[in-house]
């Protein structure tokens, strides 16, 4: 795709290129997500495609303890990207940038739930912010899941409720983290809203930009 045309999520220097590749369709969406072969530049392990191309071949990039070497595979929040003993947790920083923050728990993802179903046999079926579907009783639409990987079992669930920790990933506090104080019911004429402490400062934003992550450390 042309850079002219590329989301503001993805980071790059200024009249550098004029191409970039573009990610497969997949877990998340486009205007949220970067290829792998990004990713491996950002953190300094490839300096050109070719590289990138080289280091997927071996086969030993991992992507939430999965084995991935489809350059253009689609890389978005909280994805943990491992080679050999060094990992890197996705997230974005206050401009709103898919960034790569390198991590020591390559073993653990906090995963948003987006919808909630009931499937045959009478069993609840969510889906979460990355593609991913699990049966559980557990849990709302907006909570958050810590799963464990790369099985995506259930661990522990982050509710969107007032006094949990929580991180803004839309709007102008988007990079930020906070402390969720009020829900903000929704009406016919307006959004669901959330009021949240960021840094010492009541803010309103969207419920939809809201991701709690309680007590999890994305250090």
């Known amino acids: 795709m042309k850079r002219v045309s590329a989301p503001k999520s ?4 200024r009249k550098a290129k004029t191409f970039l590749q573009r990610p497969l369709p997949g877990p998340h969406v486009r205007s949220a997500c970067v290829p792998l072969s990004y ?7 490839a300096q050109t495609m070719r590289e990138a191309r080289k280091m997927l071949s071996t086969r030993s990039v991992l992507v939430d303890g999965k084995t991935i070497a ?3 595979f689609p890389i978005g929040l909280m994805d943990v990207v491992t080679v050999g003993d060094r990992s890197w947790r996705i ?33 609840i079926q969510i889906s979460l912010h990355d593609g991913r579907t699990i ?13 464990s990987l790369p ?8 509710a969107m409720e007032p006094k949990m920790n929580c991180m803004i990933i839309g ?10 104080e009020e829900i903000i019911p929704g009406t016919a004429t307006r959004i669901p ?11 309103t934003t969207l419920k939809g930009y809201i991701f709690p992550i309680g007590d999890f450390k994305l250090e």
């Open 193 to 203: 809203q959330v009021k949240c402490d960021i840094g010492g400062v009541s803010s």
């Open 10 to 13: 993805i980071r790059m220097e």
């Open 70 to 72: 489809e350059q253009k």
């Open 135 to 147: 049966f559980s009783k557990e849990g709302k639409v907006g909570d958050c899941m810590l799963i």
């Open 39 to 45: 990713v491996l530049k950002v953190v300094g392990l």
């Open 151 to 158: 099985d995506g079992k259930l661990v522990k669930i982050y």
């Open 91 to 123: 997230i974005f920083n206050e401009m709103g940038q898919i960034i790569a923050k390198e991590t020591k728990d390559n073993r653990t993802k906090v995963c948003r739930i987006e919808g909630k179903i009931r499937s045959k046999g009478g069993k």
């Open 171 to 180: 709007g102008k506090h988007v990079g930020k983290k906070g402390v969720i």
